[in-house]
């Protein structure tokens, strides 16, 4: 129910777009959220979205640099990605929760119930 796509290999101080097109029951849950996971880490929530007003939640380590977005039309949430570091290298994953988002809900992955299968992402 949802599908990542974007991912892919980029420079230090490149940018990247990750997309989550979701169908469209998943897409009337209230919070879309993006995660990520890097080999040997605990998953990080890195930005969050309420579907309903557009309201948005960042970590702080993406603060500035990291843009969530939603195209209701395409069912679709979007994560544009400037100024990418190394430390960006992760696999990302979509997920979507049935609550108001919150950001509590980034350091807690069980605020959402639905999941992608992830897209590759790599700064070097």
């Known amino acids: 129910q949802l599908v990542e796509s974007g991912g892919g290999s980029v420079q230090v101080g490149g940018s990247l777009t990750l997309a989550c097109a979701a169908s469209?029951?998943?897409?009337?849950?209230?919070?879309m959220g993006w995660f990520r996971q890097a080999p040997g880490k605990e998953r990080e929530g890195v930005a969050e979205?309420?579907?309903?007003?557009?309201?948005?939640y960042y970590a702080d380590s993406v603060k500035g640099r990291f843009t969530i977005s939603q195209d209701n039309a395409k069912n679709t949430v979007y994560l544009q990605m400037n100024s990418l570091k190394p430390e960006d290298t992760a696999m990302y994953y979509c997920?979507?929760?049935?609550?108001?988002?919150?950001?509590?809900?980034?350091?807690?992955?069980?605020?959402?119930?639905?999941w992608g299968q992830g897209t590759q992402v790599t700064v070097s």
């Open positions: 997920a979507a929760g049935p609550n108001i988002c919150h950001p509590v809900a980034l350091d807690n992955g069980s605020w959402f119930i639905d």
């Open positions: 469209v029951m998943t897409f009337t849950y209230f919070c």
């Open positions: 979205i309420y579907t309903r007003d557009g309201r948005t």
